[in-house]
């Protein structure tokens, strides 16, 4: 079993997160530039398997698509071209920065090192991830009736 990689994507930075061989905790892995995004990930693949990508898609209140999307529908397009025996899977990003933030401050993470905003990008990858991992949990435990 591979490793699912979590990405926050934005046109500075793009966070990253990886589950454990087992596929149940999403823990921040790195935060890069996206002109280094692709040879990032074929040095990681090197190393380790990725069995899917979930991509954090932002959305607006409404559910409706935000105006960011004009900016990774083209990484989504690019990413599912460059790698297609991997998996793509898109999930709501709505309040992810917001939450890192949170759980830094909660964390006990000290208010200038909270300014690190690939600190931020890579923990939000994390929560992007989890969240992903746990909606897989919860529907496998579904009762059917």
Request: charged fraction near 30%; aromatic fraction near 8%.
């Amino acid at each position: 079993m591979g490793r699912i990689l979590g990405i926050d994507y934005g046109n500075k930075r793009i966070g990253l997160a990886v589950t454990d061989p087992l596929q149940m905790f999403a823990s921040p892995l790195a935060t890069v530039k996206p002109v280094e995004f692709d040879s990032y990930i074929d040095d990681y693949l090197r190393t380790e398997k990725i069995d899917a990508f979930v991509v954090g898609y932002p959305r607006q209140l409404n559910n409706q698509p935000s105006e960011s999307v004009k900016y990774i529908d083209p990484f989504l397009k690019k990413l599912k071209k460059k790698y297609p025996d991997i998996i793509v899977h898109c999930v709501d990003e709505r309040f992810t920065s917001h939450m890192a933030m949170r759980s830094m401050i909660e964390g006990g993470v000290k208010k200038g090192d909270r300014q690190d905003k690939s600190m931020i990008d890579r923990i939000s990858a994390s929560i992007i991830l989890q969240s992903w991992l746990d909606s897989m949990l919860n529907r496998k435990s579904e009762i059917k009736l």
